[in-house]
């Protein structure tokens, strides 16, 4: 399966946005790029995905690098509430790991006042 | 419910006992996966299950431990002989298949607690 590197820790303060880096370099051309974040004392929830192009919610935003190989979440105005662990995940779309979800360590963001 | 159902949400069993955890995915959803995690640790995969394929058990950290998903709907997730070291949130989620949609939903969980 390929695997993501994050940052073990990230600060920002409240209504500063934060730019969270997954690096990927194993990426194959059909692996989607996916996003999620746990809350303390939560299950993990959905954040965003994307493949190729950039990608906006109401969430946040997700910029992918041209070749692939690294991601960006976009926070733009972080609260007190995203204080989480923020996962990147590859998601693949053929072969033996075909929509598999794979948790690696993550990003411990702590979000000050 | 709308919503990934686990139960129960709290389990206190003792060591060497069997339990049974359920999980009821959303109507409609074809994978199912659980997970585990440990006090402080991350999420830890167990098993997956994806339509009718036959089920990635590559997570499962002992002959102790089997799922089952009946009628693509409902799993169990069994533990035999509970040890001290079972003792975690087991979650449970489901996703409508294919990455290009690929949203998982997960439950609340169920707290094991062996003693």
């Known amino acids: 399966d390929a695997k993501t590197t994050q940052p073990n820790s990230m600060e920002s303060n409240e209504e500063e946005p934060v730019h969270l880096p997954c690096n990927h370099s194993t990426i194959s051309g059909t692996d989607y790029i996916h996003w999620y974040r746990q809350l303390p004392s939560q299950g993990p929830e959905y954040v965003i995905h994307?493949?190729?192009s950039n990608v906006n919610n109401r969430m946040a935003s997700l910029a992918i690098a041209e070749d692939r190989k690294s991601s960006t979440l976009i926070l733009h105005r972080a609260t007190l509430r995203d204080a989480a662990v923020y996962y990147c995940i590859l998601l693949g779309a053929g072969g033996t790991s075909y929509g598999k979800l794979t948790f690696g360590q993550g990003t411990i963001l702590t979000v000050h006042p | 419910g709308a919503g990934v159902s686990q139960s129960p949400s709290n389990k206190v069993t003792e060591k060497g006992k069997d339990v049974e955890l359920r999980c009821d995915p959303i109507?409609?959803?074809?994978?199912l996966y659980w997970y585990r995690q440990s006090l402080g640790q991350g999420l830890e995969f167990l098993i997956y299950f994806q339509g009718n394929s036959a089920p990635d058990k590559s997570g499962l950290p002992s002959d102790r431990f089997s799922a089952e998903r009946t009628g693509g709907s409902v799993s169990t997730l069994t533990i035999q002989r509970t040890q001290q070291e079972d003792s975690a949130v087991y979650l449970c989620?489901?996703?409508?298949?294919?990455?290009?949609?690929?949203?998982?939903?997960f439950g609340q969980g169920t707290r094991l607690t062996v003693v």
């Open positions: 994307g493949l190729t």
């Open positions: 989620a489901s996703s409508s298949t294919t990455p290009r949609q690929g949203k998982a939903f």
């Open positions: 109507s409609g959803h074809t994978a």
